[in-house]
């Protein structure tokens, strides 16, 4: 059985369900990745993401946090004329800054897997919903950390797409009671 988002007939949702959400992820380039995956996806299906995903990510440099922070103005442009991936300036423009933002924090030995752990010490946060209708959209912890990061510098981070982007790094596991990839 799987959470209701993921029954449908769609093998890339159900991939995603089953191999990847939810999982712990603590490798940087990975966090940045589905960060950005996050951003890409705000008012999408997220099915069109992952059609979507393999173009996003060579177009993005495999998401390669020291590439993505050199896009010039010229590399933006370019983004903008690839219909493979979401043509949307703001999101395209907040990757692009959250790579800097990310760089530059890195330089003073900031690690954001570190960063994104230590508010849940660790240890992932295993919520008991019995039905997906209960999942919420944002916490107080998504609103706290989206707040966060926006003091640190990083664009087109509200608490529902940090929310979703916890659930996708596996500090928040959303899977319903009665899910078999809980």
Request: hydrophobic residues 45%; aromatic residues 10%; glycine residues 4%.
């Amino acid at each position: 059985m799987r959470c209701s988002w993921a029954t449908s007939e769609s093998s890339l949702l159900i991939a995603y369900h089953d191999n990847e959400w939810g999982k712990v992820h603590k490798d940087e380039r990975d966090i940045f990745e589905l960060l950005s995956l996050e951003i890409m996806q705000a008012g999408l299906k997220w099915e069109l993401i992952l059609k979507r995903r393999q173009a996003i990510k060579r177009a993005f440099d495999n998401f390669e946090i020291a590439k993505v922070a050199l896009f010039t103005d010229a590399k933006i442009e370019t983004l903008m004329q690839n219909s493979q991936i979401i043509r949307n300036r703001r999101k395209i423009l907040a990757i692009t800054n959250n790579a800097r933002v990310l760089l530059q924090l890195q330089k003073n030995g900031f690690i954001f897997s570190k960063y994104l752990w230590h508010f849940t010490e660790g240890r992932p946060i295993n919520n008991n919903w019995q039905f997906s209708e209960q999942v919420p959209a944002k916490t107080p912890l998504s609103a706290k950390i989206a707040l966060d990061l926006k003091k640190m510098g990083f664009n087109f981070v509200g608490p529902t797409i940090i929310y979703s982007f916890l659930q996708a790094t596996g500090v928040v596991n959303d899977h319903i009671e009665t899910c078999s990839f809980k």
